[in-house]
């Protein structure tokens, strides 16, 4: 994986292949970013990401300019590698160990952008829980976006504050907008 702009424009990053992981491909990454740049100052935002596992999204939320980034894993060695990257770069990346939905049902903090990419084969009824916890605890700030990576084979567009969905290879992204406060 590559981070793709920002400070660290280009630099590639070498996961250990024992890590159980699927990191978003560098193009779908890319995609991403592009419609959040046309939506937010990265300098401002606070990050939330959820089954982080490499931190390739924090990683690039971090070289973009990004302060505040929370990356939540359960995955012992996942968070140990994003804790070594984000040392080796100097990203105030917060990694925590712990699993994700505890770890939304006990934070009490808000965010601009929630970022979530469970594992594609999890029910969907886990990655309905996500949606639901971040809206019903308001866990993002007025203007915030929720994303959800999942398989194309999922749809997750009758859930509430659904805005958009974008195909990238075999992936999806499913964006949700908490509208409170917006003009």
């Known amino acids: 994986m590559r981070i793709v702009s920002g400070t660290h424009k280009g630099r590639r990053i070498f996961a250990p292949k024992k890590l159980p992981v699927r990191p978003t491909t560098d193009m779908a990454k890319e995609a991403l970013f592009n419609i959040l740049n046309n939506q937010y100052f990265f300098e401002d935002v606070k990050v939330l990401d959820l089954f982080a596992g490499t931190g390739n999204i924090s990683f690039e939320f971090a070289s973009r300019g990004s302060t505040?980034?929370?990356?939540?894993?359960?995955?012992?060695?996942?968070?140990?590698?994003?804790?070594?990257?984000?040392?080796?770069?100097?990203?105030?990346?917060?990694?925590?160990?712990?699993?994700?939905?505890?770890?939304?049902?006990?934070?009490?903090?808000?965010?601009?952008?929630?970022?979530?990419?469970?594992?594609?084969?999890?029910?969907l009824e886990s990655f309905q829980k996500v949606h639901e916890i971040v809206f019903n605890k308001k866990m993002l700030r007025p203007n915030g976006t929720?994303?959800?990576?999942?398989?194309?084979?999922?749809?997750?567009?009758?859930?509430?504050?659904?805005?958009?969905?974008?195909?990238?290879?075999?992936?999806?992204f499913s964006f949700f907008k908490n509208e409170e406060g917006s003009q």
């Not at 398989?151 to 992936?171: A, N, P, T, V």
């Open 146 to 172: 929720l994303v959800i990576e999942h398989s194309k084979q999922m749809d997750l567009s009758e859930l509430s504050h659904f805005i958009s969905k974008r195909k990238y290879g075999s992936s999806l």
């Open 68 to 123: 505040e980034i929370y990356s939540v894993d359960n995955h012992a060695g996942c968070v140990k590698f994003i804790e070594g990257i984000a040392a080796q770069l100097e990203f105030g990346i917060r990694a925590i160990k712990m699993d994700v939905f505890k770890y939304l049902e006990g934070t009490t903090d808000t965010f601009d952008i929630i970022f979530a990419d469970p594992p594609y084969n999890l029910p």
